[in-house]
């Protein structure tokens, strides 16, 4: 092994001290909003095209269409800021 690729202990926990988790943890929480709101307006598209194409609902089609389509802009208009 090289020399380069040991790490001793001290230099570990400098390493550990130094990581900012108050980024990790806001990434890491903007990552989960991003696949809840993915997760939901695929949802709403398969919803939309399910009535489009079998149910013979046009008009509720285009609507489920646009609550999805307008909801996220909405979410991030009115959200409670952090």
């Given amino acids: 092994m090289s020399q380069e690729a040991v790490i001793d202990a001290q230099e570990a926990s400098e390493m550990h001290e130094a990581m900012d988790y108050a980024q990790h943890q806001a990434t890491w929480g903007n990552f989960v909003t991003m696949v809840k709101w993915g997760i939901y ?42």
């Fill in 41 to 82: 307006e695929l949802t709403m598209l398969v919803l939309a095209l399910y009535c489009f194409i079998q149910a013979g609902q046009p008009v509720l089609g285009f609507v489920l269409l646009l609550a999805g389509l307008l909801s996220m802009p909405a979410y991030a208009l009115f959200r409670p800021k952090r």
